[in-house]
């Protein structure tokens, strides 16, 4: 199975901070990553497919990047709306498989 | 509007059975491809299964941890997904979420416990 490491677990910011968060691929994925946000007592919600694409409705400080096996989401200018858990998948080969999640709140 | 709503959770003993429902709205639903994924007590998103479109002979696939006891299956007509789960095991309890992947619905708990 492919391993999706993400990191960071944990992520204390404040509001307009910059910050990223990283899945590392144990195979090759292509672009086939993508990422959700998932707040308390909700679904998980869509938020960049393809690895770089922004998902209908999504605010433009939302942003994914890719550089080899690293796949990046990155907030640009933090919003106390952005607190919440993100989820890395890999939608490559199956079994899909998904990072552990990253939590990020208010420092 | 783009609707998935998941029924058929609850408490079950293990060894025994449960069949989940997704009824879903508001997209061409014979044109999916249809998943399920569950997460656990300690938030650990898992892929479950997929089922593919008519136009891709209905394919199904299975995370090795549900493979032999839980089927995927769906009825273009009434615009559903199903997962049967046999022979239950206390870790298979999670919240199940039926998924279009862009699309998720509001997950149904199910609780494996004698």
């Known amino acids: 199975d492919i391993q999706m490491t993400q990191s960071p677990s944990s992520l204390p910011a404040s509001l307009g901070d910059r910050v990223t968060i990283t899945c590392r691929a144990s195979q090759d994925i292509g672009n086939y990553l993508r990422w959700f946000q998932q707040k308390p007592g909700k679904s998980p919600r869509l938020m960049i497919y393809g690895a770089t694409n922004l998902a209908n409705g999504v605010p433009s400080r939302f942003s994914g990047s890719r550089s080899g096996s690293d796949y990046s989401l990155t907030i640009n200018s933090l919003e106390s709306e952005d607190m919440a858990i993100y989820y890395c998948?890999?939608?490559?080969?199956?079994?899909?498989?998904f990072g552990a999640g990253t939590k990020l709140e208010l420092k | 509007e783009v609707q998935l709503v998941e029924t058929g959770g609850g408490l079950v003993q293990p060894g025994k059975s449960l069949k989940l429902t997704c009824a879903t709205s508001?997209?061409?639903?014979?044109?999916?491809?249809m998943h399920w994924v569950r997460q656990s007590p300690e938030k650990q998103l898992e892929w479950v299964a997929q089922?593919?479109?008519?136009?891709?002979?209905?394919?199904?696939y299975y995370a090795e941890s549900v493979k032999g006891r839980f089927t995927i299956s769906r009825d273009d007509s009434k615009s559903s997904v199903y997962l049967q789960m046999n022979s239950l095991k206390e870790e298979d309890t999670a919240i199940y979420y039926c998924t279009q992947s862009s699309y998720w619905g509001q997950g149904v708990m199910v609780t494996v416990s004698s």
């Open positions: 508001g997209f061409t639903f014979s044109n999916a491809w």
């Open positions: 089922i593919k479109a008519k136009s891709n002979n209905y394919a199904t």
């Open positions: 998948l890999q939608h490559n080969e199956y079994p899909y498989t």
